[in-house]
């Protein structure tokens, strides 16, 4: 039985391979597509000088190549590379070492040409995101391997605090099934990997230092496609090293699973929205995020006291209406604040996390309070976490119950000297604090605590209420500040 298929062209370009299209500049013409009937035949090697990833791409897409081998080499990329067909697979030998294979945005691309403004290395999009794939889209795509150079010192900051322009690394958008692995994404002025509704794609085993805003950002907002918001994005085992906002965000998400992941010193300076949150993993948006579990993760190294909205947060997040959101495990070393909750959050589940090493004196490690609608969570769940090495001078007290109602107990508490837990007298019925093991050395033996509130004169209850208040009041302004796309 006869079979066709379309075989790529390559050419070698100082002993790498590059894909060829009807680029060559002396006109010649080359076919990209080489009809193959039978076995399928070797890949053809000629001689090209272009390494432009954006038109060898393109053009490849363009002939009805799906499967797009860029073999070791350095290619820069001159716009924006868009994908919209489905099953589309981008790879390349490798996304470190001397055989790698590298991307890197060329100087100034947002700054003119048919693609001026918003503008990142790769945008998977699904159906409905122009008038060419109404019904078709970017579906079960699949990139890896790569190095991706977003080159953010050369594509400088454009638009204002509330319009900002783009520049991500590797974008999809109401795509199904897509999966980004095994690449090592930098330097990107906004978002290292960006994921935007649609279902059921996975980011994993990547690399994404030194982002812009955030590391790595899912979301499943709402908004007027086709698909609905969709659900089910996994983020798994990858490593976030350097960012001005959130090391991992979920934005409105559903079903989201974040897991495996390491996220460090996310101490950059000021993001493209003009607001450092500094965090390591938060839950976020607008409207409410849903089913989500943060698990087996590593915080650390999240610090940034001047400016910065929450000055270094491991964990928190809180949109009103948001249920069935656990942290479940995770591991928070050498941050500001360990975590923070806030909003009408219903099946908060915190359990299992250890928390060793925390460099705020003056906001608490734990704190659930009220956002400024004045709603918090209730029914939460605090079990079985580990507090430790904090500061011996704290002015607040460890653990800050605002408001909101549930349960922190059997708990450990390494004290150091410091206050272990209050709860505000006006949410002293709405929690059960005991038992919990609470030492006043830093990580020995414990002892049980036996009330319902915590308190100590040496620390004025008031100390710890106006941190939290003003805390509250800078989220407002922060909120009528960020814009998420």
Not at 4 to 13: D, E, N
Not at 334 to 351: H, K, W
Not at 422 to 427: E, H, L
């Given at each position: 039985?006869l079979?066709?298929?379309?075989?790529?062209?390559?050419?070698?370009i100082?002993?790498?391979?590059?894909l060829?299209g009807?680029v060559?500049?002396?006109?010649?013409?080359?076919?990209?597509?080489?009809?193959?009937?039978?076995?399928?035949?070797?890949?053809?090697?000629?001689?090209?000088?272009?390494?432009?990833?954006?038109?060898?791409?393109?053009?490849?897409?363009?002939?009805?190549?799906?499967?797009?081998?860029?073999?070791?080499?350095?290619y820069?990329?001159?716009?924006?590379?868009?994908?919209?067909?489905?099953?589309?697979?981008?790879?390349?030998?490798?996304?470190?070492?001397?055989?790698r294979?590298?991307i890197?945005?060329?100087?100034?691309?947002?700054?003119?040409?048919p693609?001026?403004?918003?503008?990142?290395v790769?945008?998977?999009?699904?159906?409905?995101a122009?008038?060419?794939?109404?019904?078709?889209?970017?579906?079960?795509?699949?990139?890896?391997?790569?190095?991706?150079?977003?080159?953010?010192?050369?594509?400088?900051?454009?638009?204002?605090?509330?319009?900002p322009?783009?520049?991500?690394?590797?974008?999809?958008?109401?795509?199904?099934?897509?999966?980004?692995?095994?690449?090592?994404?930098?330097?990107?002025?906004?978002?290292?990997?960006?994921?935007?509704?649609?279902?059921?794609?996975?980011?994993?085993?990547?690399?994404v230092?030194?982002?812009?805003?955030?590391g790595?950002?899912?979301g499943?907002?709402?908004?007027?496609?086709?698909?609905?918001?969709?659900?089910?994005?996994?983020?798994?085992?990858?490593?976030v090293?350097?960012?001005?906002?959130v090391?991992?965000?979920?934005?409105?998400?559903?079903?989201?699973?974040?897991?495996?992941?390491?996220?460090?010193?996310?101490?950059?300076?000021?993001?493209?929205?003009q607001?450092?949150?500094?965090?390591?993993?938060?839950?976020?948006?607008?409207?409410?995020?849903?089913?989500?579990?943060?698990?087996?993760n590593?915080?650390?190294?999240?610090?940034?006291?001047?400016g910065a909205?929450?000055?270094?947060?491991?964990?928190?997040?809180?949109?009103?209406?948001?249920?069935?959101?656990?942290?479940?495990?995770?591991?928070?070393?050498?941050?500001?604040?360990?975590?923070?909750?806030?909003?009408?959050v219903?099946?908060?589940?915190?359990?299992?996390?250890?928390?060793?090493?925390?460099?705020?004196?003056?906001?608490?490690l734990?704190?659930?309070?009220?956002?400024?609608?004045?709603?918090?969570?209730s029914?939460?769940?605090?079990?079985?976490?580990?507090?430790?090495?904090?500061?011996?001078?704290?002015?607040?007290?460890?653990?800050?119950?605002?408001?909101?109602?549930?349960?922190?107990?059997?708990?450990t508490?390494?004290?150091?000297?410091?206050?272990?837990?209050?709860?505000?007298?006006?949410?002293?019925?709405?929690w059960?604090?005991?038992?919990?093991?609470?030492?006043?050395?830093?990580?020995?033996?414990?002892?049980?605590?036996?009330?319902?509130?915590?308190?100590?004169?040496?620390?004025?209850?008031?100390?710890?209420l106006?941190?939290?208040?003003?805390?509250?009041?800078?989220?407002?302004?922060?909120a009528?500040?960020?814009?998420?796309?």
């Amino acid at each position: 039985m006869l079979r066709r298929r379309a075989l790529l062209k390559y050419i070698a370009i100082g002993g790498a391979l590059a894909l060829v299209g009807n680029v060559i500049p002396s006109g010649s013409s080359f076919d990209l597509m080489t009809e193959v009937y039978g076995e399928y035949a070797p890949a053809i090697s000629v001689r090209q000088s272009n390494s432009d990833a954006y038109e060898l791409i393109t053009q490849a897409l363009a002939e009805g190549q799906t499967k797009i081998h860029l073999p070791a080499g350095i290619y820069s990329c001159s716009q924006q590379i868009d994908i919209y067909q489905p099953n589309v697979e981008i790879y390349g030998d490798g996304s470190s070492g001397s055989n790698r294979t590298q991307i890197r945005l060329n100087d100034g691309v947002g700054l003119s040409g048919p693609k001026a403004g918003d503008v990142s290395v790769f945008s998977f999009y699904g159906p409905g995101a122009t008038t060419n794939n109404p019904n078709s889209g970017a579906d079960n795509f699949n990139i890896h391997d790569l190095e991706i150079d977003g080159n953010s010192a050369n594509n400088f900051f454009q638009g204002n605090p509330g319009t900002p322009t783009v520049m991500d690394g590797i974008v999809s958008w109401n795509c199904n099934g897509g999966l980004v692995e095994n690449c090592y994404i930098h330097d990107c002025r906004f978002m290292g990997i960006h994921v935007n509704i649609g279902s059921n794609c996975t980011v994993q085993n990547n690399t994404v230092n030194n982002s812009g805003a955030n590391g790595i950002a899912i979301g499943n907002a709402v908004n007027n496609s086709q698909r609905g918001r969709g659900s089910g994005h996994q983020v798994l085992n990858n490593s976030v090293n350097g960012a001005s906002d959130v090391g991992i965000s979920v934005w409105e998400g559903i079903g989201t699973l974040v897991q495996g992941n390491t996220v460090q010193d996310i101490t950059m300076g000021v993001s493209p929205y003009q607001q450092n949150t500094c965090d390591g993993l938060l839950f976020e948006g607008t409207n409410p995020c849903s089913d989500v579990t943060f698990s087996n993760n590593t915080v650390s190294n999240i610090s940034y006291p001047n400016g910065a909205l929450y000055k270094g947060l491991g964990i928190g997040g809180g949109p009103d209406g948001s249920s069935n959101i656990q942290f479940l495990n995770n591991t928070i070393e050498n941050v500001y604040s360990a975590m923070r909750f806030v909003s009408d959050v219903t099946g908060l589940v915190v359990t299992g996390n250890s928390v060793n090493g925390t460099t705020g004196t003056t906001q608490p490690l734990v704190t659930v309070a009220t956002n400024k609608r004045g709603n918090a969570p209730s029914d939460a769940d605090f079990e079985q976490n580990t507090l430790a090495g904090m500061p011996s001078d704290m002015s607040s007290a460890i653990v800050v119950l605002v408001a909101g109602s549930g349960k922190f107990i059997n708990n450990t508490i390494y004290a150091n000297g410091n206050v272990p837990i209050r709860v505000i007298p006006a949410a002293a019925t709405d929690w059960i604090t005991t038992p919990n093991d609470i030492s006043n050395a830093t990580n020995t033996a414990s002892i049980t605590n036996t009330t319902t509130t915590n308190t100590s004169t040496s620390v004025p209850e008031f100390s710890d209420l106006a941190t939290v208040l003003l805390s509250t009041l800078a989220a407002s302004v922060y909120a009528l500040k960020r814009r998420r796309r």
